[in-house]
């Protein structure tokens, strides 16, 4: 019987729960590395088409703002866990290990509420542009609901992470704790 056999069922289960939000959060991570990939070779192919005819790649522009959104949105899990993200500790570093506790546990709850209503009001915005067939006009009509799709399922991920760092933090609180993993520490 190993180690991981001796825990209690909840700490396996959530391990588990860890285990695949960390890995939803890197497939992200690794579907917003391909969109840098596809905007590079983009560019180098409208850069190159531009100076061969002096045209450029029709659709090249429009293509690459829908990925910067897909990038953006769908790396933020990743960077959450990584603790990649700006944070401002210089007034809850001061504080005992309790109150500091309590005090970053309350900003991530506050954190989720609003990524939560951004998940909603965006996930309608996305819903609106399939349905009505939204398109960027351009030298190429691209759809514009597979980039407004990435924000709420790249804030969904974002969410995900949020709500698995909070149950180590309620832990952290309970048993007293230090949380204070700086930046960049990380949790993978």
């Known amino acids: 019987m190993g180690p991981a056999n001796s825990l209690p069922a909840p700490a396996r289960n959530g391990d588990a729960?860890?285990?695949l939000i960390r890995s939803i959060a890197t497939l992200f991570a690794i579907v917003a590395a391909l969109c840098i990939v596809a905007m590079m070779g983009m560019t180098v192919a409208d850069v190159a088409t531009?100076?061969?005819?002096?045209?450029s790649v029709p659709g090249a522009?429009?293509?690459?703002?829908?990925?910067?959104?897909?990038l953006v949105f769908l790396g933020m899990a990743f960077a959450y866990h990584r603790h990649e993200h700006v944070a401002v500790t210089i007034c809850t570093r001061a504080l005992p290990?309790?109150?500091?506790?309590s005090?970053?546990?309350?900003?991530r709850a506050i954190l989720l509420a609003l990524v939560g209503w951004m998940i909603w009001a965006t996930g309608?915005?996305?819903?609106h542009a399939y349905v009505r067939g939204e398109?960027?006009?351009?030298?190429?009509?691209?759809?514009?609901?597979?980039?407004?799709?990435?924000i709420p399922i790249g804030l969904a991920a974002f969410a995900l992470s949020i709500l698995s760092d909070m149950a180590d933090r309620i832990r952290d609180l309970i048993a007293g704790?230090?949380?204070?993993?700086?930046?960049?520490?990380?949790?993978?």
């Open 97 to 101: 290990v309790r109150p500091r506790a």
């Open 103 to 107: 005090v970053r546990l309350l900003g």
């Open 135 to 150: 398109i960027r006009f351009g030298l190429l009509q691209v759809p514009v609901w597979p980039a407004r799709a990435a």
């Open 17 to 19: 729960m860890k285990r």
């Open 177 to 188: 704790r230090d949380d204070s993993a700086e930046p960049n520490e990380g949790y993978f």
């Open 124 to 127: 309608q915005g996305a819903w």
């Open 50 to 55: 531009r100076a061969l005819t002096g045209r």
């Open 61 to 70: 522009q429009e293509i690459s703002e829908q990925l910067v959104v897909a």
